[in-house]
């Protein structure tokens, strides 16, 4: 099987189609929302302050995520990062190492839809651990301190270039 990290522009219509079928479980969802919710906030902003990404698997979308940039960097990231927001793998294929893939992919797929970034930030929530671990084992550094979220307390990450 080959994996590969594509822009959502570069879909196809039936990529697309398949892409809008990805599935999350409901204990999921409260943290990164659904589908439909990404596509919507992707689709309803301007190109340049939001970009989404698809995980390919054998050209079949598996996972998704969206990355943010000025003017839609939340308060507390940096100006010279983009943020990782509405990362999801769908349930059919977690546990199969595919977040790990995407991850791995993202900082090369980032750098090239924003040369001028330094690294990649990002908010979870602190009583997430399956996402806590996949980030850390991946090399994203938390910043030690729990912040009041959303829905919690968060803890905040980032990952240098």
């Not at 522009?9 to 943290?31: G, H, S, V, Y």
């Not at 990404?38 to 990404?53: E, N, Q, V, Y």
């Not at 040369?115 to 990649?120: N, Y």
Request: hydrophobic residues 40%; aromatic residues 8%; contains cysteine.
């Amino acid at each position: 099987m080959t994996t590969q990290l594509v822009p959502y522009e570069q879909l196809t219509p039936f990529q697309c189609q398949q892409l809008e079928a990805i599935e999350i479980p409901d204990r999921q969802k409260q943290f990164s929302g659904d589908i439909d919710m990404a596509l919507h906030t992707l689709l309803s902003a301007p190109r340049d302050g939001i970009k989404g990404f698809a995980l390919l698997v054998d050209e079949t979308p598996v996972a998704f995520l969206l990355l943010k940039r000025p003017p839609f960097l939340p308060h507390w990231a940096h100006e010279d990062t983009a943020t990782l927001h509405a990362l999801q793998v769908d349930h059919r294929h977690q546990g199969k190492g595919y977040g790990s893939a995407l991850l791995q992919a993202l900082p090369l797929a980032a750098r090239q839809a924003w040369p001028e970034i330094k690294g990649l930030e990002l908010s979870v929530d602190a009583h997430n651990e399956s996402a806590l671990g996949l980030y850390l084992k991946q090399g994203w550094v938390d910043s030690g301190n729990a912040y009041k979220g959303r829905i919690g307390y968060e803890r905040r990450m980032a990952l240098a270039f």
